[in-house]
């Protein structure tokens, strides 16, 4: 069964700084693998996936992730932190077949101080 | 607009009076889904539909109905709401197969007392 962990519940940066959100995932077949952004009071966002291909996914507002299989993981990464960065960030797997289910982590509530 | 619209966004209840959370996308998705969110726990997947008249149950379908009469429209039922279900709610779209983008509603509060 596919599984995902998120190491660290609460992560805090300097504006300016790098943002490193880590995303380790369990999957018996190849995975599809996704992060999504929670502003306060809204819906998820998609911020990047990734399916098949090129290993270095690059999404919204200068985010990226790489998908590293021998790590099992799906790191999220923005080099310079922005004050509009403070959200919630999700990562998930899908559990592939004919249904698009997602399995989810339990989340980084990322804060960015001035 | 692409949009996946529920309503209510917030609701304060009592145990047992029943409640509907709809659902509705314009996108044209066979897929949809409801999920609840909690605290240190992310997202779990309530019940899913394939298409119309086709709906399952998903991680967590205790205390929960669903329909799927019009593709659109996917309303989340709760016959007797209990105070556990006090959660945050989500609907989802999307096309059907694994890998495709899925899009949320903006989240339903629900409190149940």
């Known amino acids: 069964a596919q599984s995902v962990t998120q190491l660290g519940s609460h992560v805090s940066v300097s504006e300016g700084a790098l943002v490193l959100l880590r995303c380790n995932y369990s999957s018996s077949v190849p995975p599809y693998l996704f992060w999504y952004v929670q502003y306060p009071n809204q819906g998820l966002q998609l911020l990047l996936k990734?399916?098949?291909?090129?290993?270095l996914v690059k999404g919204i507002n200068g985010f990226e992730a790489e998908f590293k299989k021998s790590e099992t993981s799906f790191h999220l990464t923005k080099p310079s932190a922005h004050m509009s960065d403070a959200a919630e960030y999700f990562c998930?797997?899908?559990?592939?077949?004919?249904?698009?289910?997602?399995?989810f982590g339990t989340g980084t509530l990322l804060a960015v101080q001035p | 607009e692409a949009q996946v619209t529920q309503n209510p966004r917030y609701l304060i209840t009592v145990t047992g009076k029943k409640l509907t959370v709809t659902c509705s996308q314009n996108m044209n998705h066979e897929y949809m889904s409801w999920y609840r969110q909690d605290p240190g726990l992310g997202l779990r997947q309530i019940y899913y539909?394939?298409?119309?008249?086709?709906?399952d149950k998903g991680d967590v379908p205790e205390g929960y109905k669903v329909s799927r009469k019009e593709k659109r429209n996917f309303p989340l039922i709760l016959e007797s709401p209990s105070p556990n279900q006090t959660s945050l709610y989500f609907c989802?779209?999307?096309?059907?197969?694994?890998?495709?983008?899925?899009?949320f509603g903006e989240g339903s509060w629900l409190t149940v007392v």
């Open positions: 989802a779209s999307s096309l059907k197969l694994s890998g495709n983008t899925i899009y």
């Open positions: 998930a797997v899908s559990t592939g077949g004919a249904t698009n289910k997602l399995i």
């Open positions: 539909s394939m298409n119309v008249e086709v709906t």
């Open positions: 990734y399916t098949t291909g090129a290993t």
